[in-house]
């Protein structure tokens, strides 16, 4: 039990474009999810905190206008990289947690590459 | 603002030794969470093994064990047997106790120790 998928694994786009990225609980209800972010040989940086039906919680520095976060329900979360850019270039995880089971589950993550 | 510290950028053991991952953190709360995660090759995040700062017994989950120093702050791993598969990024992470939404919520990492198991 407990598992979260993300799609895609892997995506290479081109600058300026911009990029979704899903992150689905796939066996109980998220009702809160998290966004991270990964650089390469570094720790995982919370970016966003979403709430399924309310607007998401940014970290602060995080631009709210470039990483768009969707939780329209209880077992999806979107996150968008708008007008992508060289420097967003990095591993994207996703983490969902449910009412009742108080631990982080971790989705396999996004390879983002924006040439 | 809590913050997490892996003092140990890389360890290596035998294979079937045992081996100690240093973990501190800074904190102005009583209650929280600690956790360790693995991460391997293929990058999933992998809970390893969860403390209650309210508890005084220290998590066990089978080879793994921790060892809880409230006052001290500080949460180290212990891995038992080590196995080859147990070569990794090995994170500490942190989390308050309350639901106060928004980040709050979220994981604080440490940078990290990526262990070496020698066959």
């Known amino acids: 039990g407990a598992v979260v998928s993300q799609h895609p694994s892997r995506v290479i786009c081109k600058s300026g474009t911009s990029v979704k990225i899903e992150c689905r609980s796939l066996d109980f209800q998220a009702t809160t999810m998290f966004w991270y972010r990964q650089f390469p040989k570094k720790s995982l940086m919370l970016m966003a905190t979403s709430n399924e039906g309310s607007k998401a919680t940014y970290e602060q520095g995080v631009e709210k206008d470039k990483f768009l976060i969707n939780h329209a329900s209880l077992t999806l979360s979107t996150l968008t990289v708008t007008s992508a850019h060289p420097e967003d270039s990095s591993f994207y995880i996703c983490s969902a947690r449910a009412r009742v089971i108080d631990t982080q589950y971790f989705g396999p993550g996004t390879r983002l590459t924006v040439l | 603002a809590q913050t997490v510290t892996q003092s140990q950028p890389e360890m290596s053991v035998q294979e079937a030794e045992t081996v100690t991952l240093s973990c501190t953190y800074d904190?102005?709360?009583?209650?929280?969470?600690l956790f360790w995660y693995k991460q391997p090759p293929s990058r999933q995040m992998i809970l390893v093994i969860r403390?209650?700062?309210?508890?005084?017994q220290n998590a066990t989950e089978n080879r793994f064990s921790v060892n809880f120093q409230k006052a001290a702050k500080s949460f180290s791993l212990k891995i038992s047997d080590s196995q080859l598969g147990d070569a990794a990024m090995y994170f500490c992470?942190?989390?308050?106790?309350?639901?106060?939404?928004?980040?709050?919520?979220?994981?604080?990492f440490g940078k990290g120790t990526h262990l070496i198991i020698q066959p």
């Open positions: 403390q209650e700062a309210y508890k005084q």
């Open positions: 992470a942190y989390r308050s106790y309350t639901y106060s939404g928004g980040g709050a919520d979220g994981l604080t």
């Open positions: 904190t102005s709360e009583s209650d929280y969470y």
